[in-house]
């Protein structure tokens, strides 16, 4: 039984229902009390439920789905598309010698496209919702100080200083500060997605 269980558990992972019912506690800015108060279940089930360490009866997302206004399949949906590709920082440390050249590091993006770029700050501890599930987002995002942590169907990838990032998804991602300090993003995306594309902490 407990074998069966673990497999429900794995086939049920590329849903990442405990990050998206997170991400919709963030959205509406609720606590974990006040979302228990609202749905009549217990401020530890749904800490369970966040953090994967359990798994939800259908009655159970269903009591949470009409606070948050939402659809059962909003937890099943599969995305259409997603691709992450991540650039380290190659640059060497200068080793006592000047530069007597620029160095260009090139950031894949759309050319074709009427370009929005912003600089984002997260506090440390702060999480925020990068995409939502089902609408399509393509964005390069150029990590400037800190480290950025990007969660995507429970994969997570911290990125560095120097690291980038091109996105194309149209699933849940969150990110956030990674560790004790502050990190600096720099966005760029097309001007639909970046107007559409909401930070929520």
């Not at 994967?52 to 789905?65: E, F, V």
């Not at 390069?140 to 120097?162: F, K, M, P, R, T």
């Not at 956030?176 to 990190?183: E, K, T």
Request: aromatic share 4%; glycine share 8%; net charge neutral.
């Amino acid at each position: 039984m407990e074998s069966g269980s673990r497999q429900v558990g794995q086939s049920l992972a590329v849903y990442s229902i405990g990050q998206k019912l997170r991400a919709l506690r963030m959205q509406k800015g609720l606590t974990l009390s006040r979302l228990a108060d609202q749905t009549g279940l217990s401020t530890a089930l749904l800490s369970k439920l966040e953090t994967d360490r359990m798994i939800p009866t259908l009655m159970t997302l269903a009591s949470i789905c009409r606070v948050y206004g939402v659809g059962l399949g909003f937890f099943f949906a599969d995305a259409k598309r997603h691709s992450l590709s991540i650039t380290r920082n190659l640059r060497e440390p200068e080793r006592g010698r000047a530069r007597v050249t620029p160095k260009e590091v090139p950031l894949s993006a759309a050319v074709d496209s009427p370009l929005l770029a912003s600089e984002v700050d997260f506090p440390p501890g702060v999480v925020g919702v990068l995409t939502d599930v089902g609408t399509a987002f393509v964005a390069v995002i150029y990590v400037l100080e800190g480290s950025l942590l990007i969660d995507s169907a429970g994969l997570e990838d911290v990125l560095e200083a120097g690291d980038c990032v091109s996105v194309d998804s149209e699933m849940l991602i969150t990110w956030g500060a990674h560790g004790p300090s502050p990190c600096r993003a720099l966005v760029v995306a097309p001007r639909e997605a970046s107007h559409d594309r909401r930070h929520r902490d």
